[in-house]
């Protein structure tokens, strides 16, 4: 369990790593916190040639709040953000995601632009990002563009940055004071991938109004449904959660040792129940 | 305070005290050394080529391509190997039938399981390794899987082995009374269930491994490994090898956990030391935790069909079961695949009174990884299917499970006895266990707190296990059948000049404190304090000959063995402080590492001047008196086969009637291991154990695809239980000292994963219970729970 050879090149700003990018095209590889990549290195499920560390490039640090957005620059670690004493009255959903994402030592390395450039069907922060309708903030060498989260997520590991991209940012609206936020996710042990999750916002939970609801760890990308959204408005959290199990009859859902395609689907109907009365 | 001293208050009492351990605060501060700190001159890294297949034959294997990697030094296949290593077979002739066919330490012409090595690379470093390993070009032609235990038993299911006329490698049966008749009788309720009980595996902190560095001008082999049972290794290198045994060393140092994963042969272990002789160089091989779950031995995989039939009164008349189970392509060496079922068969039961007993198990072969002994062989399934069982015909009867066991227990007064099995028994205390643990566990109220759960629609069970520990074995386990496993085990005492004792003992350390209660047995006995006492123990060069940490066994016989040794040293010690104080050897003591009078407590000679005096300055000792201020004395169980201890543990669960998520709210375990030598270590092996136990019945399980591939094979897919989501486990204790002994220590290593799966699957069972549903499969993951029922 050792990475094959690889160089390694530490840029200092945003401009040097996009060149870096260009130059090397898919034999290289952004690194950010490591808490993946250099697992799957190991494992020898990635093997790129040169990895470009992202800790000096200026441009991906920092957390500004402007009126309405927190725009969180790529390289900030979980860590950061649970550090910061305006997390719950600025981006409460992302705080109450946070203490399920992995262990403290992982998330002392681990960053947002790194979860957001993974996609893991897993993830928290996918999920809580496509209800936040954030935007995150790509910059290639043509310079750099927004895409909605709603958009981002395209596929089983894989989104809509491009291999000679970079996330710069995520630009995530600040709490809307009309709205509430839930999350609740169940996985066997705490601070593992969830078998389902949900994050959500509502003007109210139950009965539920003007629900934005999207659930991980159960396809290949973080999962919202509009159809279902509306279907749900006036709906108890009860009468929700059998909503949920139907309308995801025929969706492919992921199935491991963890959980079948049924046990997911039964359990995303939990979840929403659960994040619904629990607000 | 006055009045008469106790065994407790005398000097040097450690014998029973919570001792803080010697090497704590080393391993703590990461002053440990493992097998990985090893680094010797000219060391190479080896590194395996494992099959990506079940099952498949090696049509060729091209390593040219390998061989050409910067810093590989040498690339063999099995073939070129097997010319320096011969293979072995893991029978013994006690359990008559038993066959396997030879193993090779790399496979030569066919691989027989996902993992199995069949080629290796050296390198001057790991990562080289692996490069070049990747290079290693292997043609194989896949071959059917045989993966289902039961499945595997079918006339048409393909053989794993070439003239072999069935995958079964060995099959039991005991018959005693007449169960169908009894089951038949009128008034008897019989309740019959199909248990599952998945594989899991040890995961081992340190993963298990060896630097083996040949010196070919001893002609000795030394193997460092991170091992139980050294002296066995070394019997096994030298036959394998065509070694003398006396020119290899095996040496064990620190070792992180090994839960009997690190009891039996690796074939890449052993290719190591051959390694190290072809090259002459010292080779080094750890595995990594991805080889770890591919090759460390599995444990369980079972298919029980049991039944169990009360009287009228409820009383138990017998059990009939049936077991299945899958222990890979080969029986494991030494030890055997066959001893995990041939337990299943002997302890099932043993508990509890009753006439009738039929079983019958089958071990058989299959395409996954070897399955052997492990914490508590065949314990959880025994435990499981009888307490398992005897609260299902307590639901199927409507009788209170602690009452029926009230009922059914061995009385305490009524040993020796034997089991229905036939096991000798002796020295137990079955009903002071269960009253202790129903008043530690305050069971009446958890019983209404359960009916007020009940009432709010929330599913809360409470489970019960009462179990037998099998512990201190004789050369009944493996010696009588032709293994070179020790049952006994020897201690040395030596009184050094400077008046500290010095002790060696054959059993080992794997971090649970064996090296922290030698020395308290050394030292209280003999008489001095315990920061004067240094443990030497893991080292074939140096220490009595033995056979090492297993079954429950380093207290019990290594500790008895220290205990004769340091009695014996006091006594040589005293005829020697007689002649220089010129006094009767029998009015002296040694107190505190001081000679003393032993009625007014009076201090007579420092040991360490008495020591100096027999070692310096020897003309002035009476020139009739040699002493030798050093003893070692041997220790093996005679009379019985293995001495039995017992316990009782109780769970309370809530299950989620949603997601079918257990939630284990608190466990409680009254443990009877005889005498206790330090509360501290054996409570911390009981919860250890109740943990590991809990790891089987909820989260852990090696599960493989239809292909034979593992797919659990990282600690993302294999879930081992983790401190947030374990209940507080109470520990009591009952001491019913062994009558074997003088120390009358019994094992206490084991009973926690033995009996804890047993309560576990009873309190989700009692939960379940106003459902009308139940669960016989562990792991009972929340799916499983949810199948279960209905509600998936
Ligand atoms: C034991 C364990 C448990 C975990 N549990 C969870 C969990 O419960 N929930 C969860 O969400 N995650 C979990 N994780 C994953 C952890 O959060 C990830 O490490 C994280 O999501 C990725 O962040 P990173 O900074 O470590 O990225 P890295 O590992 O450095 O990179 C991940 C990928 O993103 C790419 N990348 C990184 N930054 C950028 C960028 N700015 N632009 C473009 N591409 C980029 C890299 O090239 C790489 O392909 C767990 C990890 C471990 C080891």
């Not at chain 2, 050394?522 to 001095?528: C, Q, S, T």
């Not at chain 2, 911390?684 to 790891?695: K, Y």
């Amino acid at each position: 369990m050792k990475a094959p050879d690889f160089a390694y090149a530490r840029p200092a700003d945003l401009g040097a790593a996009l060149a870096l990018l260009a130059e090397h095209g898919t034999e290289a590889q952004p690194l950010a916190g490591g808490q993946s990549l250099m697992p799957m290195m190991n494992f020898r499920l990635a093997a790129p040639e040169i990895l470009i560390d992202l800790s000096d490039v200026a441009e991906l640090r920092g957390l500004e709040r402007t009126r309405d957005t927190v725009r969180i620059g790529a390289m900030t670690r979980y860590r950061d953000l649970e550090d910061w004493p305006d997390l719950g009255g600025t981006l409460p959903l992302v705080a109450m995601a946070l203490p399920h994402i992995a262990h403290d030592a992982i998330r002392n390395r681990g960053t947002i632009g790194g979860s957001i450039a993974l996609c893991d069907p897993a993830a928290e922060l996918p999920a809580v990002m496509r209800v936040l309708a954030a935007e995150i903030e790509v910059a290639g060498a043509e310079g750099s563009r927004r895409v909605a989260a709603d958009d981002f997520f395209t596929g089983f590991y894989e989104t809509a940055c491009g291999e000679e991209e970079l996330i710069v940012a995520i630009h995530v609206p600040v709490a809307e004071a009309d709205r509430v936020y839930g999350f609740h996710e169940l996985a066997q042990r705490h601070g593992d991938y969830a078998m389902a999750g949900v994050a959500l916002s509502a003007l109210s939970p139950n009965p539920i109004r003007s629900l934005r609801a999207a659930f991980f760890g159960i396809a290949a990308t973080p999962v919202r449904l509009p159809d279902l959204e509306a279907a749900l408005e006036g709906l108890t959290a009860c009468e929700a959660q059998a909503a949920v199990t139907a309308a995801l009859e025929g969706l492919d859902l992921l199935a491991d040792t963890k959980a079948s395609a049924d046990m997911r689907r039964h359990l995303s109907g939990v979840v929403l129940k659960r994040a619904l009365e629990a607000m | 305070m006055t009045g008469p001293l106790s065994e407790l208050d005398r000097p040097n009492s450690y014998i029973g005290r919570a001792v803080p351990r010697a090497d704590a605060a080393r391993l703590l501060a990461g002053r440990g050394k493992y097998l990985d700190d090893i680094r010797l001159p000219r060391m190479l890294h080896a590194v395996f080529v494992r099959s990506p297949h079940a099952h498949a034959r090696i049509k060729a294997i091209d390593t040219e391509a390998a061989r050409a990697m910067p810093g590989v030094a040498a690339v063999y296949t099995g073939a070129e190997i097997a010319e320096h290593c011969t293979p072995w077979v893991g029978v013994l002739s006690h359990l008559a039938g038993l066959r396997s066919p030879p193993q090779h330490s790399v496979a030569v012409d066919v691989a027989r399981w996902q993992g199995e090595p069949v080629a290796v690379v050296l390198a001057r470093s790991r990562a080289e390794a692996e490069d070049a390993a990747d290079l290693v070009d292997v043609d194989y032609e896949e071959l059917p899987p045989v993966l289902d235990a039961e499945a595997a038993l079918e006339p048409d299911s393909p053989r794993i082995h070439e003239g072999y006329d069935s995958n079964l490698a060995w099959e039991r049966k005991v018959d005693v009374g007449d169960i169908d008749t009894a089951f038949a009788a009128p008034g008897v309720t019989v309740v019959e269930r199909t248990f599952r009980f998945g594989r899991h595996t040890g995961v081992t902190l340190e993963a298990r491994g060896t630097v083996c560095d040949y010196d070919p001008g001893e002609g000795v082999l030394t193997m460092h490994y991170s091992g139980q049972a050294p002296h066995m290794l070394q019997v096994i290198l030298s036959r394998h090898l065509g070694m003398a045994e006396e020119n290899v060393r095996v040496v064990s140092g620190d070792v992180g956990g090994s839960f009997g994963i690190k009891v039996h042969t690796y074939g890449d272990e052993i290719a190591c030391a051959a390694l190290s002789k072809m090259l002459e160089r010292p080779v080094k091989f750890v595995a990594d935790r991805q080889e770890s779950f591919l090759t460390d031995i599995h444990a369980r995989d079972h298919v029980v069909k049991a039944r169990m039939g009360v009287d009228a009164e409820g009383r138990i008349v017998g059990i009939d079961m049936d077991d299945i189970t899958g222990i890979g392509p080969y029986s494991m060496y030494p030890r055997t695949s066959a001893i995990e079922c041939n337990q299943v068969l002997n302890l099932t039961g043993a508990p509890y009174m009753m006439e009738n007993y039929r079983a019958r198990g089958r071990v058989v072969f299959q395409n996954k990884t070897l399955m052997c002994q492990y914490r508590a062989v065949g314990h959880p399934i025994a435990m499981a299917v009888c307490d398992g069982l005897l609260e299902d015909v307590a639901r199927a009867t409507g009788r209170d499970p602690v009452e029926l066991r009230r009922l059914n227990l061995m009385p305490d007064d009524g040993y020796p006895r034997a089991s229905a099995s036939g096991m000798k028994l002796a020295d137990l205390s079955h009903q002071k266990t269960l009253e202790k643990l129903v008043e530690l566990m305050d069971y009446d109220a958890l019983r209404r707190d359960q009916e007020e759960a009940r009432a709010r629609g929330v599913l809360r069970g409470i489970g019960l296990c009462s179990m037998v520990e099998v512990t201190n074995p004789s050369p009944a386990f493996y010696g009588i059948g032709g293994a070179p496993i020790a049952s006994q085990d020897g201690a040395t005492c030596r009184l050094d000049a400077g008046g500290a004792l010095h002790v060696s003992s054959s059993v080992t350390e794997q971090g649970q404190g064996t090296n922290a209660i030698l020395a308290q047995i050394a030292a209280d006995r003999f008489g001095v304090p315990i920061e004067r006492v240094k443990v030497t123990t893991g080292d074939t060069a140096t220490v009595p000959y033995g056979g090492g940490t297993w079954a429950s066994r380093g207290a019990g016989i290594g500790g008895e063995a220290m205990l004769l040794a340091a009695d014996a040293l006091k006594h040589q010690v005293l005829e020697v402080a007689a002649a220089l104080l010129q006094a009767e050897a029998g009015v002296l003591d040694i107190r505190n590492g001081t000679v003393v009078d032993a009625t007014t407590g009076a201090e007579r000679i420092a040991l360490s001047d008495l020591a100096r005096t027999v070692y310096y300055r020897g003309n002035e000792l009476p020139p009739d008196l040699k002493p030798e201020l050093i003893a070692t004395r041997h220790y093996r169980v005679t009379d019985f086969p293995f001495v039995f201890t017992n316990g009782a543990m109780a769970t309370h669960v809530e299950v989620d009637a949603e997601t079918g998520f257990v939630k284990v709210l608190g466990f409680w375990v009254v443990e009877d291991c005889g005498t206790v030598i330090n509360p501290m270590l054996v409570d911390e092996q009981v919860r250890g154990g109740v943990v590991q136990g809990i790891g089987g019945a909820l989260y852990e399980e090696c599960l493989y695809d239809e292909e034979g591939q593992l797919l659990t094979a990282t600690m993302a897919d294999y879930l081992v239980p983790m401190a947030a989501e374990m209940p507080d486990i109470e520990v009591a204790h009952v001491e019913t000292p062994t009558s074997t002994s003088v120390l009358g220590a019994k094992g206490a290593g084991e009973a926690g994963t033995g009996g804890a799966p047993a309560a576990l699957l009873n309190a989700v069972n009692d939960a379940l219970a106003p459902l009308g549903a139940s669960i016989w499969q562990q792991p009972m993951t929340p799916e499983r729970v949810l199948r279960a029922m209905g509600r998936l």
